[in-house]
């Protein structure tokens, strides 16, 4: 059973992504819940306090959980694979948050508590932002061969995350709802470009 906590968090991301931020009022909040006016601040602090709580309950759990994973895929299985199961998550995630993301800036105090929550967040999972997390897992999988000395973890994790990002932030901007074979032929192409400048490149040898 929906709990009506749950049912005001699922309301706010409608209204927001649907109305935008400016409508995202309480009162328009808790009609869309089907709630009272007061019951809102039963459950969250402010309408501040319920737009951070759709990213750290709603939005970033799956994602987190993908990142945490990676420490223990370190030499098993093929980078591209992980690469492309992160690339999907990633991408199903800044599908999610784009109406999201963009009203954070419409709002400097909305936004510095949203900092505040995902640094304290991080803290408590031990966990950094997610390239550098990629860019570890990288190095890691560096050290043991299966990636190319020569190439630059750093930027490969934020070309992973910028260009999923931005893509799915330009469907967004043009109306478009994500499709399965596109976003699944981005991921390949993305991932693939990537492994270009990821693989070792051995020296050729005289049979």
């Known amino acids: 059973m929906t709990t009506t906590r749950q049912r005001l968090l699922d309301a706010a ?4 992504r649907t109305k935008g931020l400016a409508a995202a009022s ?9 709630c009272a006016d007061g019951t809102l601040y039963n459950h969250f602090r402010d309408r501040a306090d319920l737009f951070v709580a759709i990213y750290l309950e709603e939005l970033l759990p799956d994602y987190w959980d993908a990142l945490s ?5 370190i030499g098993e299985g093929s980078v591209q694979a992980h690469l492309e199961e992160l690339a999907e998550i990633a991408l199903a995630f800044y599908y999610k948050a784009a109406p999201l993301r963009a009203a954070l800036f419409a709002e400097p105090e909305l936004l ?12 408590h999972r031990h966990q950094s932002r997610p390239a550098p997390l990629l860019a570890a897992y990288l190095r890691a999988e560096q050290r043991l061969g299966r990636v190319s000395a ?23 901007f043009f ?3 994500p499709n399965v074979e596109a976003d699944r032929q981005l991921v390949q192409e993305l991932v693939r470009s990537l492994m270009e400048g990821l693989l070792p490149r051995y020296p050729a040898t005289d049979d």
């Not at 309480?26 to 089907?34: N, Q, S, V, W």
């Not at 994973?69 to 895929?73: D, E, I």
């Not at 190439?151 to 995350?161: D, H, K």
């Open 26 to 34: 309480t009162r328009e909040i808790a009609r869309e819940a089907g």
């Open 13 to 16: 991301e409608r209204v927001i």
């Open 112 to 123: 510095q508590r949203y900092r505040e929550a995902l640094i304290t967040q991080a803290q």
């Open 69 to 73: 994973k990676l420490p223990y895929r």
């Open 150 to 172: 020569q190439a630059n973890p750093a930027i490969a994790a934020e070309a992973l995350f910028g260009t999923c990002a931005s893509y799915a932030l330009r469907q967004r």
């Open 175 to 177: 109306g478009e709802s």
